[in-house]
């Protein structure tokens, strides 16, 4: 993985961003995550915090350990917690290739919107397996770029999303991992893969997730490599800005948003 | 509508798929589904009654009216409901766009895979409400072939789904209707509109769904529409194979598929 790249970038805004989706996705994809008391727990790739803050909140008797490799998200996500008063959080610097731990030393490890910035995600999961104690479990969380689709459809706004594809897959990464769980975990060597599909659909009885979802999360993630697209040509300023529009257009009444998370559960 | 052209044709081959397709989807699209004994309820567009069979015994009380165009088709549904025993079923053969019912006749409406193949489906819904007693409700279930989405990926494969789409298209149907329920429903003045997602989602881990779904229902119905496809010239042959090919790909053991049908329920 190229050190410290991050096709999302680290502004400010970003961080709101991140912060906006983890409240609106807690309950779809994180309140069936409970650690009991005692037990050891490793993030791999906490970022700014966003999740460690959840996680924490939901297993607050479990020892967590999280591990990112940017020192700045570190010092953010460090912020965060302790704004929280959250008190069982141990951060630790580090590559989840070169991981600083000894074998067994963990029962459970979460890992969240991780494997698709990462060129050898089943590497990855490789390398965190013998930190696991016998029968630890694994838990991912992945999102699919490629399980978008909406009302009206708009050929624009696709293409929009493809940039984002694109300019992840550019920077190693794969934007379409969601899908791939169950082959990453079993080829990994994990058992009892569990893959379990989170659909966030929105329409205008859920205005919450109108605004939280379609607008703060997925359509300001598109616009935020708006500079990144123009810079390298892959769509001239007026596609990308009727693109842009056509994803907030799904956002009125009569719109409607599609967006599928993966989250995975497995034996070591 | 153009009257009794139907996009997957009437062939013993493709009533076979309709009856796989039926019982695989049974538990995640129907069982929800139950009617109050005694109350009156019409199955608009009943088809070869693969729905039917499923609709009565989930409320074998109801007292329930199946309405189709094509009286091949009912003539078909009516040998299932007897093969199977069922007495609650009523046939009745006319047209969702001069229904001949008076207004308040149902308790309930059930329409199943039936608006993807009209041009006007919001027209159809507004000719529908007035059937309905006060505070009646309506279930609407359609799938969304634009929700496709599959491991590995592969341009061919998408390609071969979009002519099905398009096919749909010429015929004056919307094979990606099912995100659309929202705003024909609230469109057509039903109240309380609930749209909920139904992803079918296929790993390795979930065999009879490889088999139910991926293979027999869902690539089965594109590789349906291969002479079209040829006549029209839309895809090449090579190309074409390639794409059915690559779409049972996914069945492999490392393979993935995911599809969406979308149920909503409203009242009038």
New interface residues.
Partial sequence: MPENRYVHGYSPRESERLSDQAETLTALLHNDTRYPAGSQVLEAGCGIGAQTVILAKNSPGALITSLDISEESLKCAGEKIRQQGITNVTFRQGDIFRLPFAPGSFDHIYVCFVLEHLTEPGCALEQLRPLLKEGGTITVIEG?H??T???P?NEDARRAVKCLVQLQQQMGGNA?IG??L??LL??AGYQD?????R?V?V???RQSLVEGFTKLTFTAMVEGVGPEVAKQGLMDADTWNRGIAALYRTAEP???F?Y?FFKATARK
């Fill in positions: 699919d490629g399980s689709f909406f009302h459809e379409l899908r791939e169950f082959p079993s080829g893969v569990h893959v379990s599909p659909m659909y329409d205008a009885s009569d719109g409607v599609c599928t």
